[in-house]
């Protein structure tokens, strides 16, 4: 009989609030099989970027349907948070479904990151020295 009750209270909700309950099937469209790559972390292995990426849209959705779930009123469904497992996947608080391996993941990472970017800077600005030495020279047509 509580069954028939939770229903009916749903339905009453769906009736009421129609608009959340179309962004929720909208968000439900968006979720994505994570048990794969879940149970690959469980076992030790490293996840790859497209891995780690779908994780964190699973989160970010899960956040977006608890946030309708409540606006819609409906008591009987409980999300647990993922907000521990977003917070090491946007470190930088960003929030855009996109992944980046950041820097603070790793001070090896970074310091190899601030190398190559050392690197790119020089190779840059020798490039615009040698462009401009010739930019003075001019090309002698092969009609002279």
Do not use: W
């Amino acid at each position: 009989m509580q069954e028939f009750e939770e229903l009916e209270d749903i339905t009453c909700s769906i009736k009421e609030n129609r608009k959340a309950f179309d962004e929720i099937e909208h968000i439900l469209y968006k979720f994505k099989d994570i048990r794969k790559s879940i149970e690959r972390c469980k076992n030790g292995s490293v996840l790859d970027e497209v891995e780690l990426f779908e994780i964190k849209n699973f989160c970010l959705n899960l956040r977006a349907l608890k946030s309708l779930i409540s606006e819609a009123k409906i008591s009987n469904i409980i999300l647990h948070s993922l907000d521990d497992v977003y917070t090491i996947l946007d470190p930088e608080g960003k929030n855009i479904p996109t992944f980046y391996i950041y820097n603070v993941y790793s001070e090896k990472l970074n310091e190899i990151r601030n190398k190559k970017l050392e690197i790119e800077k020089r190779f840059f600005l020798k490039l615009m020295k040698k462009h401009k030495s010739f930019k003075g020279t001019k090309i002698k047509s092969g009609d002279s």
